[in-house]
């Protein structure tokens, strides 16, 4: 499995991710990007499914700040 997490102090904002993956990503009231997977709340504990790998790798390539991370663990942050 993977799972996947916003840094949101890196984060500026650029609508890429959820235009790439928006089944993953969406934005917070700032523009910020959030994990919404499954209802995640950016806290990187929910399994990504296999079928959103590639958008998943695309998204995180396309980053302009390297803000998407990705693990094989979770990543239990708070949001
Ligand atoms: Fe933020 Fe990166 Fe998503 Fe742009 S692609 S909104 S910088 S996380």
Redesign the pocket.
């Given at each position: 499995a993977k799972y996947t997490w916003?840094e949101k102090d890196?984060?500026?904002?650029?609508?890429?991710?959820?235009a790439t993956a928006p089944d993953i990503?969406d934005?917070d009231d700032e523009?910020?990007?959030e994990v919404i997977y499954e209802n995640d709340r950016n806290c990187g504990v929910t399994a990504i499914p296999d079928d959103l790998f590639d958008d998943l790798q695309d998204?995180c390539d396309?980053?302009?700040?390297d803000?998407?991370k990705i693990a094989d663990e979770p990543f239990n942050k708070e949001g």
């Open positions: 916003v890196t984060c500026i904002a650029c609508g890429a991710c959820g990503f934005y523009g910020l990007a998204s396309g980053c302009p700040t803000s998407i």
